[in-house]
């Protein structure tokens, strides 16, 4: 029961795959240039997430088909994501309180 | 929605209705995916899950760690032409990498239409360009053993930097060489038409199908994508 | 190879209209159910006693299988929990017993009975014999790999065991195995057992990853005509969350083991921050303990629901099919499932409120954690207006059933005051905590897990195991664990910690050594009570009065096999057909007490049905 | 029948169980009074809860057990009880989280006139360090750790200089005077935990964890580790007096400050020198 009956012949274009091929040069061209123009702080932060952002939905949408697969298998893939989400955002607040205990504790001596 | 499957006695809603009648027929819930297909995209879920971990670990150990982080830019410089260039391996396995997952994305699109010539050499050049960029992480590997980074110790400032490199990309490229290896063999059963005959697998039940080939082929996007991601937060961090 | 596969025996799927009716061939509009999607699955049919009893393809047998193995590493786990009571009750009693064997069989206990007994017989045991039978498939979507699975969990067990057997002797720090102190000297097994323990936990998370996929694809993708997931029996509901939760929760579980591994064998500095040993400052540098708690619970949190859930599922259907009733509320039991799955990712650090993180982290865990509770106990009070008004028939299986209520809502209750962050900081590292989770996901589920036993072995074996063993082995496993457990909370309130090797001599906790010596018998009687049930299994085999079809009277799809016990392939030629929740009981209207799910709506029109 | 007794039993001894326990807590002898508050809160309400669900499943055991010919209620579900059960559970959790919040609020911000104390654990032992006549502790280091320098001080923080050093497991309070338990560990996770003052934190290496009381009872109490650390765990003990301000000045000023040990060893270390030099 492995096999669809019905063979699925839907296949796209070429163009769309040279198109996304040509924009994920052009994106990881340009996220290669925020570290070569040494940009730092915000912006540095918000370009690389940008670009990263871009690239992997780019990835996901159009290489891996997800841009037409049907919404069940779409939400089932990215609502698990919220937890990893919730992780990060945890994860950073943790990094920055243990970086400050090591700091106020350690070095500036706050007893 | 242009790619629905035709099911009988089955109407497809578009959208987040369609989603609701979907989950809540009968039979299956991914209408028109194939089992295998289901399963390669569960799996990447929870491969997702082991990346995602690993990532944050490595977020939260640099970020609590009161010693300087080396900057990647420096250290991962490539001399090219006596001057040093940052990043540029690396941008070149990025380039390499983006280029297997075109080729990867081409040789599902010609197995659909059943070109089998144009679709197994596709996968062939896919399979080359993981063997490049294999190959280059071992280059850059030994480069930086060479210059005494350890799983331990580095010279460059704390020692979590190496512990976090090594396993990091030990374990995508791992996952590459895992992907490679099944590029070649399924390059094989693809000239040898074990696709367009049906013939079953090796351990499994399955007749052949082109459908093997996009399976592989969402593996391979997968260990790009998780590139993508090493690559914003290891090297341009 | 093509000979071993029944590729042309078996129905090509059926085009629609002549589905029930049978053969008179004239069905009416009512009976509709949609042509099947996937042609039928082609099965490797094992010829020799190898491939039909060892590398197994077939689901059942890979459930028994994992059953049997989780049963006997539970078995182990068992002789362990023997070992530390006897030690807290009667110190010195066993002379061989010193620090290091008291918290290696600790730690050993607690990760076997987590990990390698619950889970593996939840998910693996259960998960495997039920699922494509509830769901109406042929078997699992991948067979070889589903064996791959078991053969997988199997190498994971022994290299556990072999960790008794190396230099050191196994891990001694505790089942959460936290650094930085599984991995330096001081903690029992520190060298080669904390390695064996890592190795032989990603083994199990490779293994179960396979099983996985499978259980999740098989429900998803390979139901049924007819079975719709609102149609499916909450056993499948439970199960599948739990796998769901395993699949997003067992990577943390899998890096965090990794991470370690290379910190005790790289030296690396994942987890370990400046450590000064014995005088030394040892090689580690910068790391942060705390790290290994969050993935470790991220992965721990979830886990406690893999266990839970299955066994929530799986009563509800004991309860329903006991009481001659229609589970009440089915909708909200199915949501109440998912939702306690989806939330359980986002309260983990309600494990470590007083372990050092961010302070404010203590508010947000609060708050998740007690909203878990609202779905929880819809979920307790569905189970018991079941109950209400129906025909309760007093077996063993229902006194499972309602021994799992009491112990699960006590549980339950002692669970609020540990997720809520102020209430736990006096209780937590106390034996409160022990007393708590033994309750709930100990005892609980157990209870279940024998419920379940007594249910479905007349499916397995095609024999009832003997009731009056069956109620002898209820009464003292349930009486003997509620007073293991309930006085044991008090212990926690007096302020005695968890993990203490020895008890004390301070004035406020040596009033409570004869409540140690009472705990620690009944926990030998509890114990030995599951032999009664091995005994009762072995001798029911051969002797027990002999099943027949559908002895409970239930309608879910694995009852209605043409053989009993179900064959490989479950079905015969003809996959089954559903119409209707496997819940219809004492539909007023209906001759019987029941309506199977494979009945159809025109051989029932005169009652008054609800539609599903 | 004797199924629904037996049940019944189990409930009315659990209730029995309660009211007499001989094991109850250990009387409280610092300001977290509101943290046995929220207990005996919890209690009553889950109490409640558990009792009522026990008796409402016994009363199903006794009034619908099986009774041949008698058909069974075919419900499936009942929207308006179902709500109304969501919403009073979910008034009854938030009644009960309300109050944790807020006494977690105050147990994380510790108050202005908390005096700071060092404890230091490792396997398996505790010591102390109570800031100067300067109210501050000197920071310090791991690898400063050594016979001279016990608490591993940074020699260049002046803050330091009068510090309190305790090298015993034995601990003295002020009563009625709120302190910040500053935690401190050098090889594995400990916790220092007084049940009658009801707070614990652990100690984590490589980092500084905090936690606040204020002991209100004059006496000595046991100290206990609460986290695993090892074998030796079930033997980390230490002792706590709680005393009155006259009994506390005595104490401290017995006690040897960071300056006084340097002024001894420097002795030591001349009168070894003038030995090795005779």
């Known amino acids: 029961m492995d096999e669809i009956k019905k063979e699925q012949t839907t296949t796209h274009k070429i163009g769309i795959y040279l198109w996304i091929w040509g924009l994920l040069f052009v994106l990881s061209f340009f996220s290669y240039m925020v570290d070569w123009y040494q940009f730092q702080g915000l912006l540095r932060w918000s370009l690389i997430l940008f670009f990263m952002f871009l690239k992997a939905g780019l990835i996901m949408a159009f290489f891996m088909h997800l841009y037409w697969e049907r919404y069940a298998l779409v939400n089932v893939l990215l609502w698990p994501m919220t937890a990893i989400a919730c992780f990060v955002g945890l994860m950073v607040a943790e990094g920055k309180y243990t970086l400050f205990s090591r700091l106020f504790y350690f070095f500036v001596g706050g007893g | ?237 | 190879m093509s000979e071993d596969f029944n590729e042309n025996k078996t129905i090509q799927a059926q085009s629609s209209e002549t589905i029930s009716g049978g053969e008179t061939g004239v069905a009416p509009d009512i009976d509709y159910v949609r042509p099947a999607e996937l042609s039928d699955q082609d099965l490797y049919h094992g010829h020799t006693f190898i491939t039909k009893w060892v590398f197994c393809q077939d689901a059942k047998v890979i459930g028994v299988q994992y059953f049997l193995l989780a049963t006997f590493t539970g078995i182990i786990g068992l002789i362990l929990s023997w070992l530390m009571r006897l030690q807290l009750g009667f110190p010195g009693a066993a002379g061989f017993m010193t620090a290091e064997h008291y918290y290696q069989f600790v730690t050993m206990h607690g990760m076997i009975m987590v990990v390698y007994f619950l889970t593996a017989l939840f998910l693996g045991g259960f998960g495997n014999y039920l699922i494509p039978l509830m769901t109406g498939a042929r078997d699992m979507v991948f067979p070889y790999v589903n064996m791959v699975s078991f053969w997988m969990f199997f190498v994971a067990v022994g290299v556990l065991l072999a960790s008794f057997f190396v230099p050191g002797g196994p891990t001694g720090s505790g089942w959460t195995l936290y650094p930085p102190q599984a991995i330096l000297e001081g903690t029992p097994g520190s060298g080669m057992g904390i390695i064996l323990m890592c190795v032989s936990l990603i083994l199990f998370v490779a293994g179960f990853t396979m099983g996985g996929l499978n259980y999740l694809i098989t429900i998803l993708q390979a139901r049924t005509r007819g079975m719709t997931l609102m149609r499916m029996p909450l056993t499948v509901w439970g199960i599948f969350t739990a796998t769901v939760l395993a699949m997003l929760a067992f990577p943390a579980l899998l890096v965090s083991a990794l991470m370690m591994t290379l910190d005790k064998v790289l030296a690396t500095s994942f987890f370990m921050p400046t450590i000064l040993k014995a005088g030394e400052v040892l090689e580690y540098g910068g790391g942060t303990p705390i790290l290994f708690q969050h993935l470790f619970w991220f992965f721990g949190h979830p886990e406690v629901y893999i266990v839970a859930l299955p066994a929530f599922g799986i009563v509800s259907d004991l309860i329903s099919v006991h009481s001659r009733k229609n589970i009440f509320g089915y909708r909200m039991m199915v949501w109440a499932i998912v939702v306690i799955g989806a939330l359980s990712f986002f309260v983990w650090a309600h494990h470590m409120y007083v372990s050092g993180m961010h302070p404010w982290f203590g508010f947000f865990f609060a708050t998740t954690t007690l909203i878990i509770a609202v779905p929880t106990a819809m979920k307790v009070y569905n189970w018991i207006l079941t109950l209400w008004r129906g025909n309760i028939r007093m077996n063993t299986v229902m006194l499972w059933c309602l021994g799992f209520i009491v112990t699960f809502v006590n549980g339950g209750i002692t669970g609020i005051f540990l997720g809520n962050v102020t209430v736990d900081v006096p209780l937590s590292d106390t034996y409160f905590v022990v007393a708590h989770f033994h309750m709930v996901m100990g005892i609980a589920p157990l209870m279940v897990i024998m419920g379940a036993v007594y249910h479905w072995f007349p499916l397995v074996a095609g024999r009832m195991l003997s009731e009056k063993l069956g109620k002898w082995h209820f009464w003292i496993t349930f009486l003997g664990a509620y007073s293991i457990y309930f006085p044991m909370h008090y212990l926690g309130f007096i302020g005695v910690p968890r993990r203490y090797f020895e008890m004390y001599d301070s004035p406020y906790i040596t009033s409570a050594v004869g409540m140690n010596e009472f705990i620690s018998t009944a926990a030998f009687i509890v114990g030995a009570a599951q032999f009664i049930l091995i005994y009762n299994i072995v001798v029911s085999l051969k002797m027990g009065k002999p099943a027949g079809k559908n002895p409970w009277q239930a309608n879910s799809l694995e009852w209605l096999t043409p053989s009993v016990p179900p064959e490989h392939g479950n079905w015969g030629d003809k996959l089954p057909v559903v119409y209707r929740w496997p819940y219809d009981f004492s539909v007023p209207g209906a001759k019987e007490d029941f309506i199977p799910q494979t009945t159809p709506p025109s051989e029932v029109v005169e009652t008054e049905v609800e539609k599903t | 029948m004797h199924v629904g007794f037996i049940f019944l039993a189990v409930i009315v001894g659990s209730i029995l169980f309660h009211i007499f326990t001989p094991w109850y807590w250990t009387d409280i002898a610092s300001n977290w009074g509101a943290m046995d508050d929220t207990i005996t809160l919890t209690f009553w309400v889950g109490g409640g809860v558990f009792v009522a669900v026990c008796l409402f499943m016994v009363y199903c055991v006794f009034k619908f057990s099986y009774k041949e010919g008698r058909k069974a209620e075919y419900k499936p579900e009942d929207k308006k009880l179902e709500k109304i059960l969501t919403w009073a559970t979910t008034l009854g959790v938030a009644a009960l989280l309300a109050p944790g919040l807020i006494v977690w609020n105050q147990y994380i911000n510790v108050p202005k006139n908390a005096i700071s104390i060092d404890v230091m654990a490792w396997q398996w032992g505790w010591q102390y360090r109570l800031p100067g006549e300067d109210g501050k502790l000197g920071s310090t280091k791991v690898e400063n750790i050594n016979d001279n320098n016990p608490f591993g001080i940074i020699l260049e923080d002046t803050n330091g200089r009068d510090d309190v050093l305790i090298q015993s497991d034995v601990l003295h309070l002020k009563n009625n005077r709120p302190v910040k338990i500053l935690l401190r560990s050098v090889d594995v996770l400990h916790n220092w935990y007084v049940p009658q003052f009801r707070a614990k934190m652990d100690a984590v290496p490589g980092t500084i964890t905090y936690y606040w009381f204020e002991p209100n009872k004059i006496g000595e109490y046991e100290v206990l580790c609460a986290e695993y650390c090892g074998v030796g765990h079930y033997a980390m003990r230490g002792r706590v007096f709680v005393k009155s301000d006259e009994d506390y000045k005595n104490w401290i000023n017995e006690q040897e400050t960071f300056s006084d040990l340097i002024a001894r060893q420097k002795i030591i270390e001349f009168s070894e020198t003038k030995l090795a030099k005779k």
């Open chain 2, 1 to 237: 929605m242009s790619s629905d499957p035709k099911i009988e006695g089955y109407k497809f809603k578009p959208g987040y209705s369609g989603m609701a009648a979907d989950t809540a027929s009968d039979q299956t819930m991914f209408k028109g995916v194939h089992w295998g297909k289901a399963m390669m995209w569960i799996f990447l879920l929870s491969d997702t899950f082991i990346f995602s971990c690993f990532l944050i670990s490595y977020m939260k150990g640099r970020a609590s760690t009161p010693v300087e982080w080396p900057n990647p830019s420096e250290v991962f410089a490539l001399n090219a032409f006596g001057v040093p260039v940052p990043l540029l391996l690396i941008a070149i396995m990025t380039f390499v990498l983006i280029t297997s997952s075109g080729t990867m994305a081409l040789a599902v699109k010609y197995g659909y239409e059943r070109n089998r010539k144009m679709c197994g050499w596709l996968i062939i050049a896919t399979a080359l360009g993981g063997l490049t960029f294999v190959g280059m992480q071992v280059f850059e590997w030994s480069k930086l053993i060479h210059e005494g980074v350890r799983p331990w110790e580095n010279p460059f400032g704390a020692a979590q930097f190496g512990s976090f490199f090594f396993m990091i990309t030990g374990f995508h490229g791992t996952h590459v060489s895992i992907g490679v290896i099944f590029l070649f063999i399924y390059a094989y059963k693809t000239f040898a038409g074990h696709y367009d005959e049906g013939k079953r697998g090796w351990f499994t039940t399955m007749k052949g199908d082109y459908v093997e080939i996009e399976i592989l082929g969402l593996y391979w996007h997968f260990v790009d994508l998780v590139w993508v991601f090493i690559f914003a937060f290891f090297y341009l961090w």
